[in-house]
Every structure is written in structure tokens, then in C-alpha cells.
């Protein structure tokens, strides 16, 4: 079992910058790829990025890409999502998540935990 903890979130102004974190504790030993997803109020839960366990291979959703980084620490067991540029469209609980090496990155099923959310506020 792995168990995962964000924390970062806040309310900030548009074009502010956030930093989230996710730390990991348990079964950390695995090789689990990472991702921060999002959902806003009444919408589908949606990916926002991913990393490799070695941290390599990153993928970004369109409209997130430029303005975040995804990144990891193996030593610490943490992931980070540095947010730069919000705009009041990425309001959301954000959500860490980990899936074994080898699945497919933009399927929700293949991610075997998840954290609790924390919460992003971006004001206009």
C-alpha cells in the first residue's frame, strides 16, 4: 500500500505561482510513475501531468503546458507540481496519484492510489 498527502494549495491572484506537493510513505520501494490530476465543481476529474519513476518522461495537458512542471524527488518520496501564471480557470481540487510502471498514463483506472486533494483558488 502507498499512501499519498498533497499539500501547497491555497487561494492566490491570477498570475500568482503555487507549489504543490505530494509526499508518499508505505510500499515507496515500487517504480510508480506520478501524475496531478484536477477537477473542478461539476466537472470530470482531468490529468494534468505525469512522471516517469526516473523522472525523464513528463507529459503535460494543453492547457497546462508552459506553465507548469511536474518533478520529483525518489530520495524524499515527494512529487511536485510548480504552478506558475494562474489563471482563475485552474481552480480545482488537486489530486496526486500513482500507477505502476508500465500502464497507460491518460487512464484514471491505472492509477492504483490517490491522495486526498488539496484545494487551488485562483481569484481574477
Known amino acids: 500500500q502507498v499512501q499519498l498527502v498533497e499539500s501547497g494549495g491555497g487561494l492566490v491572484q491570477a498570475g500568482a505561482s503555487l507549489r504543490l506537493s505530494c509526499a508518499a510513505s508505505?510500499?515507496?520501494?515500487?517504480?510508480?510513475?506520478m501524475a496531478w490530476f484536477r477537477q473542478a465543481p461539476g466537472k470530470e476529474r482531468e490529468l494534468v501531468a505525469t512522471?516517469?519513476?526516473?523522472?525523464?518522461?513528463?507529459y503535460y495537458a494543453d492547457s497546462v503546458k508552459g506553465r507548469f512542471t511536474i518533478s520529483r524527488d525518489n530520495a524524499k518520496n515527494t512529487v511536485y507540481l510548480q504552478m506558475n501564471s494562474l489563471k482563475p480557470d485552474d481552480t480545482a481540487v488537486y489530486y496526486c496519484?500513482?500507477?505502476?510502471?508500465?500502464?497507460?498514463?491518460?487512464?484514471?483506472?491505472?492509477?492504483?492510489?490517490w491522495g486526498q486533494g488539496t484545494q487551488v483558488t485562483v481569484s481574477s
Open positions: 496519484a500513482a500507477r505502476d510502471a508500465g500502464t497507460l498514463y491518460n487512464v484514471k483506472a491505472s492509477y492504483r492510489y
Open positions: 508505505g510500499r515507496t520501494s515500487s517504480t510508480y510513475s
Open positions: 512522471i516517469s519513476w526516473s523522472g525523464g518522461i513528463t
